[in-house]
């Protein structure tokens, strides 16, 4: 089976600027979650989409949204970018257990904001 | 606020040496603890625990949760090069998932 794939790998963004990255989870699996990793934060977690809602939800502002696909395939966006937001962003995904089981991730999105 | 504290922060250890990582919590409505290890940028999944005093065994990895004192455990033994890494604790309560900062450790020659 192929892995989690995310696309694209790497965005250099300005401030106030959005962005939208995009994960395909590995095929079978419903459930996708969205993960931001800083050296300073570490692993954050930002959502999970379980067949299309949105299941669990960290404690991100509202400028970091996300939506998934009937395909599973999620994307995540982000709004009015700060300095911030530079980040690897990481998106997992799962089999029917989702975010408290075994997680798949993908290689992830090396978002930098000037 | 939940919470997740590994330890210690970073570990150099030589080939063939056994180690153990630490991490404790604070979660409301506590679902699950899983372990990671991060080499490059992805994490790969480790053990996942839900009750206490069951030992979840993998060749040289073992891990152990006590939910009583809400801490757990990630042995390593006879170490190996290839175990270098930075090593995650997550834990699942109140629809999140809570990452600590990791035990990076460094296995030499």
């Known amino acids: 089976k192929a892995g989690v794939t995310q696309t694209p790998r790497y965005l250099i963004k300005t401030r106030g600027q959005q962005v939208t990255l995009s994960c395909s989870p590995i095929s079978g699996h419903r459930s996708v979650s969205w993960y931001q990793q800083t050296p300073g934060q570490g692993l954050q977690f930002l959502f999970e989409?379980?067949?299309?809602?949105?299941?669990n939800k960290g404690n991100f502002p509202g400028r970091f949204s996300g939506r998934q696909f009937s395909n599973s395939r999620s994307e995540m966006n982000v709004s009015t970018l700060e300095l911030g937001d530079s980040a690897l962003y990481l998106c997992?995904?799962?089999?029917?257990?989702?975010?408290?089981?075994?997680?798949?991730f993908g290689p992830g999105t090396r978002l930098t904001v000037t | 606020e939940d919470k997740v504290v590994q330890s210690p922060l970073s570990l150099v250890v030589h080939e063939g040496d056994t180690v153990t990582l630490n991490c404790s919590y604070e979660v409301t409505n506590f679902r699950s603890l899983l372990w990671y290890k991060q080499e490059k940028k992805a994490p790969t999944f480790l053990f996942m625990l839900?009750?206490?005093?069951i030992e979840k065994k993998s060749g040289r990895l073992s891990s152990i949760l006590d939910k009583k004192e809400l801490f757990s455990i990630l042995n390593i033994t006879a170490t190996q090069t290839g175990d270098s890494a930075v090593y995650l604790c997550?834990?699942?309560?109140?629809?999140?998932?809570?990452f600590g900062k990791g035990t990076k450790l460094t296995v030499n020659p």
């Open positions: 989409y379980f067949s299309e809602t949105q299941r």
């Open positions: 839900t009750s206490s005093g």
């Open positions: 997992a995904s799962s089999a029917s257990g989702g975010l408290f089981y075994e997680q798949y």
């Open positions: 997550a834990v699942g309560g109140s629809e999140k998932l809570v």
